[in-house]
């Protein structure tokens, strides 16, 4: 079975700097990886995934985020923090692919300093 | 294009009563999902169709959540009764069928407080 675990439910940067948020998966085949975003009584957005191409994933609004097979890891990062970015983070992994039967992290809240 | 719309976007019930909640999905899209989320936790899959037929229900307390997706389009969940524990948003998401590519488009849910 699939797990994911988001270490720090809590992350606070300040404007401009770098924004990491931690991922760490377990998966008995090769997994499919997602990070999704959920702002305040919104619904959650597909900021990126990983589907077994490259390693180095692009997303949406500035995120990437790396898959680190020997790590079983798929960190978030965006090299310099916007206020819009504060919002509920979600790391997920699915072993159909796609969007089949994900597994969701338990969140990390990422908050923007001034 | 419309998204996932889902109704009510709150609902406040006391523990025992009845509720239910609607969900219509993006057009075209034959796989529907239903999701638990509790504060503080990420979303749980409760259950998975795919037109009319369920995919996958082994996370739904069949005792009392039910849930039907008549003529493979819009889709209600029910609890009956409720429990304290049940509070939670209940978010309703769709996408194409198929694997690899697929993404999952989420509504903006319904908020229940079970008081």
């Known amino acids: 079975a699939q797990s994911v675990t988001q270490l720090g439910s809590h992350v606070s940067v300040s404007e401009g700097a770098l924004v990491l948020l931690r991922c760490n998966y377990s998966?008995?085949?090769?997994?499919?990886l997602f990070w999704y975003v959920q702002y305040p009584n919104q619904g959650l957005q597909l900021l990126l995934k990983?589907?077994?191409?490259?390693?180095l994933v692009k997303g949406i609004n500035g995120f990437e985020a790396e898959f680190k097979k020997s790590e079983t890891s798929f960190h978030l990062t965006k090299p310099s923090a916007h206020m819009s970015d504060a919002a509920e983070y979600f790391c997920a992994v699915s072993d159909k692919g796609g969007a089949q039967k994900l597994v969701f992290g338990q969140g990390t809240r990422l908050t923007i300093n001034p | 294009e419309a998204g996932v719309a889902q109704s009510p976007r709150y609902k406040i019930i006391e523990k025992r009563q009845s509720v239910a909640f609607w969900c219509n999905p993006i057009?075209?899209?034959?796989?529907l999902y239903w999701y638990q989320q509790i504060l503080g936790q990420g979303p749980k899959l409760l259950i998975q169709?795919?037109?009319?037929?369920?995919?996958?229900d082994s996370q739904l307390p069949k005792d009392r959540f039910s849930a039907e997706r008549l003529k493979g389009v819009d889709s209600t969940l029910k609890i009956q009764p409720a429990k304290l524990e049940d509070s939670a948003v209940y978010l309703c998401a769709s996408s194409l069928v198929g694997q690899g590519n697929t993404e999952a488009f989420f509504g903006q849910g319904t908020r229940l407080t079970v008081v």
């Open positions: 169709f795919q037109n009319n037929g369920v995919v996958d």
């Open positions: 998966s008995s085949v090769p997994p499919y």
């Open positions: 057009s075209g899209h034959a796989t």
């Open positions: 990983y589907t077994s191409a490259a390693t």
